[in-house]
């Protein structure tokens, strides 16, 4: 059972590079997230997919696209990267998004971008 | 909007010592949870305790605790007989029935010296 899983763990672009970050998680989970962590800030939500089917934007979304391909993977692509955009990203699931109460969410191992 | 603040950038103690965590939180939310993590070097997320706001019993788990303290929207956490695996960042973290997501304070990065 690996969890919650991320690919790559590093990653060096050029500005104005594209790239898309891969996730992927076997437990069965219905919702998906991504978030980002930037220098003496804790993560911020960038986009979240509630169940298969459907993404909505979080609190950073500029930038940003998503795919939720599966119920297991949930991807995450910067179509022309900036240096704003260099950060440390992670992936989370949770069973699913309920109205009334919390499910925990288990984060991936998280990838190191930088964009020069 | 919540909002999550630790005022605490940095911290440092004796191994075998005691240290508390700050946190405070902005909501109009009655229904929440509230939550230390914890990240190693390794950059992995670790969940340390959560609180449920409706519980007035503050939970603890082994050598960790927290004094959540609602009126005052204060949520620390306590952490006895600090170990040197315990160096990490930790990150308070919120999150209300409305909103639905998790918000993030700006973290305490904790040193536990031998």
């Known amino acids: 059972n690996a969890g919650v899983t991320q690919t790559p763990k590093f990653q060096v672009l050029k500005t104005g590079q594209s790239m898309t970050l891969q996730c992927a998680q076997d437990?069965?989970?219905?919702?998906m997230y991504w978030y980002r962590q930037d220098p003496g800030m804790g993560l911020r939500l960038i986009y979240y997919?509630?169940?298969?089917?459907?993404?909505d934007k979080g609190e950073v979304p500029n930038g940003y696209n998503v795919s939720r391909l599966n119920k297991r993977e949930f991807s995450l692509r910067l179509e022309s990267a900036a240096p704003s955009q260099t950060s440390v990203y992670f992936c989370a699931s949770s069973e699913a998004l309920a109205a009334s109460s919390y499910n925990e969410q288990f984060f991936g191992p998280g990838t190191r971008l930088t964009v020069l | 909007a919540q909002t999550v603040t630790q005022s605490q950038p940095e911290m440092s103690v004796q191994e075998a010592e005691t240290v508390t965590l700050s946190c405070t939180y902005d909501?109009?939310?009655?229904?929440?949870?509230l939550f230390w993590y914890k990240q190693p070097p390794s950059r992995q997320m670790i969940l340390v305790i959560r609180?449920?706001?409706?519980?007035?019993q503050n939970a603890t788990e082994n050598r960790f605790s927290v004094n959540f303290q609602k009126a005052a929207k204060s949520f620390s956490l306590k952490i006895s007989d600090s170990q040197l695996g315990d160096t990490a960042m930790y990150f308070c973290?919120?999150?209300?029935?409305?909103?639905?997501?998790?918000?993030f304070g700006q973290g305490t990065r904790l040193t536990i010296n031998p």
């Open positions: 909501t109009s939310e009655n229904n929440y949870y």
């Open positions: 609180q449920e706001a409706y519980k007035q």
């Open positions: 973290a919120f999150w209300g029935q409305g909103a639905q997501k998790l918000v």
């Open positions: 437990m069965n989970h219905n919702s």
């Open positions: 997919s509630a169940s298969e089917g459907t993404t």
